[in-house]
């Protein structure tokens, strides 16, 4: 029984795309298409830069003492987000925009860390001095 609805999901998925997909060109014409290719275009730069930030991140957490499957667990939400983006339609980017906007995809504790509102504070006494040119290169006789 599970089988049969797993297979009737997996075959209905791509029509429920298409549809959509028709439906939203046929009332926003070209926009559509503008909508497709920029919603690729996104889900590529984001699997590129998850690409090239995912080793940093891990090491990161690991020599901060953490835990490496936070780490995992965040770069597999946006590859996953990325390759939702990738797929042609409407409901996959509503599903990609879902696992972006979980809280925790973007910030992570360790990277952005409150400051104390007194942070950028020096305390202290400040005196100016003014020094002659001729004190900072003295003559020599010869």
Known sequence: MQARLLLM???????AE?????????????WTMAWLVSAFVA???????????????MMFNLRQGKSPFRALYLSTRLFLAGGLLMFPGLITDILAFILLLIPGTWRQSSFIRRRAANDD??????????????????????
């Open 18 to 30: 298409a549809l959509t997909i028709f439906g939203s060109a046929n009332t926003f014409g070209w």
């Open 43 to 57: 889900g590529l730069l984001l699997i590129r830069y998850e690409r090239l930030a995912f080793a940093p991140r």
């Open 121 to 142: 504070i020096i305390e202290g006494e400040f005196s100016r001095e003014v020094e002659a040119i001729s004190d900072r290169f003295p003559r020599r006789e010869i």
């Open 9 to 15: 999901a997996l075959l209905f998925f791509p029509v």
